[in-house]
């Protein structure tokens, strides 16, 4: 393993133009669920509503318009308006762009950890939850605050105005991404010179399909705790925990005590 993270040190060390993919895996150690591990919400949802065939339902659009019940159930388990403490994973990141390495960071999370982190080239590729819309007359003037006290309180937030069901502004299965990733992602696959995926089991589409979109010539490493993605193959599996394996890079790239 010492041996593959120093191969990755020294790809790190020269490219210019680092492309990131993150999912929920690097935000684990900062108290938030992932979605699919043993522990992850998936398997909570299971426990807490038995008879929903499908855990997923509870980001899909058409679900939610039926049953918001579920998604308003555990969302307080990933968001939190006060915000949580950035993982190493995340300062790695931020860390590439004080550097000016780092040509865009393409999460999967909706937790907002990046922007404590200090990391401003991100695509929230599946929306924010600090904006909401209602899903009845269509107002967008509710305070993150009031939706954290629906969220905390694990109760289906209503619009003030005409008692309509508050959707906050998450891409849920069913809906398009953001305008900002179209507009980034195809000059971002012909400048990138480097890709590394972190923390994600690269099962939610398209996100899951951005490194197949990206020159054969450029290489890509997978931080994970399992090998994802199959059959694409990566050129450098970095297989562990995201923090450890982010550690060590910044330590061998020299980048710790001023990170730290
Ligand atoms: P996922 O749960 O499907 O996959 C997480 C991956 O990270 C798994 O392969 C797991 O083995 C790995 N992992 C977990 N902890 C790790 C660690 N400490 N070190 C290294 N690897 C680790 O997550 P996903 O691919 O991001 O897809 C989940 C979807 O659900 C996303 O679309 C996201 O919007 C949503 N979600 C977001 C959050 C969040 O914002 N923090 C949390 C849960 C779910």
Same mark, same amino acid.
């Not at 043993?38 to 855990?55: M, Q």
């Not at 899909?60 to 990933?78: C, G, M, Q, T, W």
């Not at 004080?98 to 200090?118: F, K, P, S, V, W």
């Not at 003030?160 to 000059?187: M, R, W, Y």
């Given at each position: 393993q010492f041996s593959s993270v120093n191969k990755g040190v020294e790809? @790190? $060390?020269? $490219? !210019?133009? @680092?492309?990131?993919? &993150? /999912?929920?895996?690097?935000?684990?150690?900062?108290? @938030?669920?992932? *979605?699919?591990?043993? %522990?992850? =919400?998936?398997s909570k949802v299971r426990a807490r509503f038995p008879e929903l065939d499908d855990p997923t339902l509870m980001f899909d659009l058409a679900y939610f318009k039926k049953n918001p019940k579920? *998604?308003?159930? *555990?969302? !307080?388990?990933i968001w939190d308006v006060q915000g949580h403490e950035p993982s190493v994973s995340h300062m790695f990141i931020s860390q590439l762009e004080a550097r000016g390495q780092l040509l865009r960071n393409y999460t999967q999370n909706i937790d907002g950890i990046e922007a404590q982190a200090g990391i401003s080239k991100c695509i929230t590729c599946h929306g924010r939850f600090d904006t909401t819309t209602c899903q009845?007359?269509? %107002? +967008? &003037?509710?305070? /993150? #605050? !009031?939706?954290?006290?629906?969220?905390? #309180? /694990?109760?289906?937030?209503?619009? $003030?105005h005409c008692g309509g069901v508050l959707k906050p502004d998450l891409v849920f299965f069913g809906e398009p991404l953001p305008d900002d990733f179209d507009t980034h992602i195809d000059a971002d696959c012909e400048q990138v010179d480097l890709v590394i995926v972190m923390g994600s089991s690269l099962k939610v589409k398209p996100v899951a399909g951005l490194c197949g979109r990206i020159p054969r010539h450029v290489? +890509?490493?997978? @931080?994970? !705790? #399992?090998?994802?993605?199959?059959?694409? +193959?990566?050129?450098?599996? =970095?297989?562990? #925990?995201?923090?450890?394996i982010t550690h060590y890079l910044l330590s061998r790239l020299g980048w710790l005590s001023e990170e730290s």
């Amino acid at each position: 393993q010492f041996s593959s993270v120093n191969k990755g040190v020294e790809i @790190i $060390a020269k $490219a !210019r133009r @680092i492309l990131v993919l &993150t /999912g929920a895996g690097i935000s684990v150690s900062c108290g @938030i669920p992932d *979605f699919r591990s043993k %522990d992850g =919400l998936y398997s909570k949802v299971r426990a807490r509503f038995p008879e929903l065939d499908d855990p997923t339902l509870m980001f899909d659009l058409a679900y939610f318009k039926k049953n918001p019940k579920v *998604f308003y159930s *555990f969302a !307080r388990e990933i968001w939190d308006v006060q915000g949580h403490e950035p993982s190493v994973s995340h300062m790695f990141i931020s860390q590439l762009e004080a550097r000016g390495q780092l040509l865009r960071n393409y999460t999967q999370n909706i937790d907002g950890i990046e922007a404590q982190a200090g990391i401003s080239k991100c695509i929230t590729c599946h929306g924010r939850f600090d904006t909401t819309t209602c899903q009845r007359c269509h %107002d +967008q &003037t509710l305070s /993150g #605050e !009031r939706l954290q006290e629906f969220i905390h #309180e /694990g109760v289906v937030g209503t619009c $003030a105005h005409c008692g309509g069901v508050l959707k906050p502004d998450l891409v849920f299965f069913g809906e398009p991404l953001p305008d900002d990733f179209d507009t980034h992602i195809d000059a971002d696959c012909e400048q990138v010179d480097l890709v590394i995926v972190m923390g994600s089991s690269l099962k939610v589409k398209p996100v899951a399909g951005l490194c197949g979109r990206i020159p054969r010539h450029v290489p +890509q490493i997978l @931080i994970n !705790r #399992e090998v994802v993605g199959y059959p694409h +193959q990566f050129d450098l599996y =970095l297989l562990g #925990e995201c923090d450890d394996i982010t550690h060590y890079l910044l330590s061998r790239l020299g980048w710790l005590s001023e990170e730290s």
